[in-house]
């Protein structure tokens, strides 16, 4: 159809509302993947506590434009805390739906007017990408340094013959000590 012929009420509304049920429909499969995604994130003490949840029920998705998801918080230390892990939530996100294309977060705290400014130009978002990426990586050299990175489970060594021999008489003997 041309900007120059005449459309019929019908078919505008039809239009419209069709655009807005596909938006409605993009904007609660992104809410839902926010949840998800966050409620699966695990704290590494030994209690293993699920502070996903918690930072779930702190945060809440505000705006989607030109790839970047403004994630609304109430405090600052629950946006503090989902920044540590946002190379995790936007790989959950194009695992998920990478029909998205959500490529970055940008956080607020709760009653503030800040919003997404509208940025144009791909190049302008690859560019602030990259940077952003460039801080995670030199913060996360920066922990691993300080013992605080992710640490791969040691391998099982095996032990001399000898010792693992009175491991073993160790083990049989507490296990039948008790029947």
Known sequence: MNDNEIMDAKSMILQVTGNLQAKMKMGDKIVTLWQQIVESIKSNSINGDNIGKN??????????ENGILLIECDHP???????????????GFELKAPELKI?????KLSGTTAGLKKIKEKDQIEKQNKIQNERMEQEEKILEEKGFGYQKPAQKKELPPEIQKIFDEMKDDMLTKNK
Do not use: E, P
């Open 55 to 64: 930072m779930a029920s702190h945060s809440r998705v505000n705006d989607f």
């Open 77 to 91: 230390g629950w946006i503090q805390m989902l920044q540590t892990h946002k190379k995790y939530i936007l790989k």
């Open 103 to 107: 490529q970055s977060l940008a956080f």
